[in-house]
């Protein structure tokens, strides 16, 4: 299997040490004849320097690149959104990418197939500090911000830095089954996928080192009363917060709308039941306060793109022997 990394100076180093780790996890499960071969292509011969000053070396400079590869894949950086690739770099990787079997991008790498005009009526998606810089430069193609990552055809996209480990997991659980997926997973001590997409994946994330911030008192007070149905009134009145701002003053903190916030807190209590425990889901259901088992799948739905039942025999952990 033939990989082609392709990694330019200002890359992200976990855009290129995640495909590398995860093909290098999986190569110890397969024989030697169906092992990633994977080829690092630079600018320069001489190396890339990673943002963070990490200095990658590089098997061959673009330009003395001939061969085909099953996979080509474009390492991303923070400052790629506004990179523009020379010509010739550009026409390469539209020659390239349209030679091998399957194509893609991590994160803002997804610009430089822009670039090199392959995005033309394809689903994609980045990190989503750039997609809207995305839309704007290519919108001829369909971008998803909040998905983890994106598969459109032999076209494959992904969000920020470690979604990257995603992307790889499911190219090969494509190429050689999910049971291989799995173990290369519990390896890199990581999820074989994560459901549902960027935005707040857990309300934790939305909080800060600030534990007196209006955000931290809102999650500590639903937190604290998670069962009961929870008006934003009367949150606004419990955080001292007049409930004609309350809204907008959330929102500019956490990113997201307190009524959001209050499920993504409901979902982190059923994700913990549904992975830990066999209670039945109307069970789940009341005792993170969704009241309905029906009422927790449409939120689980919407805010995860999965249900209940789908993230339990996903995530739930095997009950040890006896």
């Known amino acids: ?9 200002g890359v992200q180093a976990l855009d290129v040490a995640a495909p590398l780790d995860v093909f290098a996890e999986a190569n110890r499960f397969l024989p030697k004849k169906d092992h990633y071969q994977t080829t690092l292509v630079g600018e320069r011969p001489d190396g890339v320097t990673s943002s963070s000053g990490m200095d990658f070396k590089v098997h061959c400079d673009y330009l003395n690149f001939h061969a085909d590869s099953d996979l080509l894949l474009v390492a991303g950086g923070p400052r790629y959104q506004d990179y523009r690739p020379a010509a010739a770099l550009a026409d390469w990787l539209n020659l390239h990418a349209r030679r091998a079997k399957r194509f893609g991008a991590i994160c803002n790498g997804v610009f430089l197939l822009g670039h090199a005009r392959l995005l033309d009526g394809r689903e994609i998606t980045t990190h989503w500090d750039h997609a809207e810089r995305l839309v704007a430069q290519f919108p001829s193609s369909i971008v998803r911000p909040d998905k983890i990552f994106v598969r459109d055809g032999n076209l494959f996209t992904c969000g920020g830095v470690s979604a990257g480990i995603d ?41 800060g080192p600030d534990q007196d911030s209006l955000v931290a008192r809102v999650l500590k007070y639903v937190t604290d009363r998670i069962t009961e149905p929870l008006s934003i009134e009367e949150i606004a009145d ?22 959001v916030f209050v499920d993504q807190v409901r979902i982190d209590f059923a994700r913990k039941l549904l992975e830990e425990t066999d209670v039945p889901l109307k069970t789940v259901a009341f005792r993170c306060g969704f009241n309905t088992a029906e009422k927790m799948r449409l939120i689980f739905s919407r805010q995860l793109d999965t249900t209940p039942k789908a993230y339990r025999d996903r995530f739930r952990s095997p009950v040890p022997d006896a």
Do not use: N
């Open 167 to 207: 992307l790889c997991l499911a190219l090969v659980a494509e190429d050689w089954g999910h049971e291989l997926a799995l173990k290369v997973a519990k390896r890199l001590i990581v999820y074989i996928r994560r459901d549902g997409g960027q935005s707040q994946y857990s309300p934790y994330l939305a909080v």
């Open 1 to 9: 299997m033939k990989v082609t990394l392709v990694m330019l100076d």
């Open 238 to 259: 419990a955080v001292g917060v007049s409930r004609r701002t309350f809204s907008r003053a959330f929102a500019k903190h956490a990113h997201v709308t307190p009524s």
